[in-house]
């Protein structure tokens, strides 16, 4: 057992397994498989305690149970992605005020594998739903005069987030 599910961006970890017969002799092994492997912790008595992972990357826990010469294994992988994805810049953003309600705000390409969201706020009320955008967005359906904020929201892989906020537009 893994107590994170994967992705994870929390690198403190606790590695378990079990095995019904009790004359079999349980033993696992935590290693890093990505970016460079590594091993963590070779074939072990389980359960790995609570352990930090080093770094970043791709991880690989496997287990083996051996009783009377047979041998069974089982393995699961876990990311820890730690790292935020790369701020969302408005490459084009608009002077204000304006009455040209059709207005696209150009963005910087999202960060590789993060995925990206954008709402509106008017006049400092309840903002929209976040909805999905990429690398342009322009206000929403029926949108009306007042004071208009844009916000991207690149979340990675793990849950990490970065929230950038447009000006105001009038």
Do not use: K
């Amino acid at each position: 057992t893994v107590d994170r599910t994967s992705p994870t961006r929390l690198a403190d970890v606790t590695f378990g397994a079990s095995v019904d017969d009790p004359a079999a002799t349980l033993q696992c092994r935590l290693e890093r498989t990505a970016p460079t492997a590594l091993v963590v912790y070779d074939w072990t008595t389980c359960p790995i305690a609570s352990t930090t992972l080093p770094a970043d990357g791709s991880y690989l826990f496997s287990a083996r149970a051996t009783d009377d010469g047979q041998t069974g294994t089982a393995s699961r992988n876990l990311v820890l992605d730690q790292v935020a994805p790369d701020a969302p810049t408005i490459t084009r953003a608009w002077s204000t005020p304006t009455n040209d309600a059709a207005l696209t705000w150009g963005l910087s390409a999202p960060t590789t594998g993060a995925t990206r969201t954008c709402r509106f706020t008017q006049d400092a009320g309840t903002p929209t739903a976040y909805a999905s955008c990429s690398t342009s967005v322009s206000f929403p359906a029926g949108a009306t005069s007042g004071l208009w904020v844009l916000e991207v929201r690149d979340v990675a892989e793990a849950g990490n987030a970065l929230v950038t906020a447009a000006p105001t537009v009038e």
